[in-house]
């Protein structure tokens, strides 16, 4: 059971970026996939979730508007496309598995490797 996130990179303020969550060893469908970042000297905070079945969203308000998540069952892999990027975007992000989203960080599982995503102003 694993997750492994990619896609980051540099890239200019105003830039896009867009990350891949892929599922190995357990059907991703079953579950929550969330996104989070950390970035030096702060706490991981979450940055989106998409629901088991696909229907449901969330978002951190410093995203929102320029960040969306989407899931492709038939690759179990979850993507965050992420548009209008700013400095204050760098971080490490990570992805992550859960029953239902809105749970605090405790609460997930199965992390995978982060990817870096810089933003350079």
């Known amino acids: 059971v694993q997750l492994q996130a990619s896609g980051g990179g540099l890239v200019q303020a105003g830039g896009s970026l867009r990350l891949s969550c892929a599922a190995s060893?357990?059907?991703?469908?079953?579950?929550?996939i969330g996104w989070f970042r950390q970035a030096p000297g702060k706490e991981r905070e979450d940055v989106s979730c998409?629901?088991?079945?696909?229907?449901?969203?969330t978002y951190a308000d410093s995203v929102k508007g320029r960040f969306t998540i989407s899931r492709d069952g038939a690759k179990s892999t979850v993507y965050l496309q992420m548009n209008s990027l700013t400095s204050e975007d760098t971080a490490v992000y990570y992805c992550?598995?859960?029953?239902?989203?809105?749970?605090?960080?405790?609460?997930?599982?199965?992390w995978g490797q982060g990817t870096q995503v810089t933003v350079s102003s």
């Open positions: 992550a598995t859960s029953a239902i989203c809105g749970v605090i960080v405790t609460r997930w599982d199965n």
């Open positions: 060893g357990f059907t991703v469908g079953y579950y929550a």
């Open positions: 998409v629901s088991s079945g696909g229907e449901d969203t």
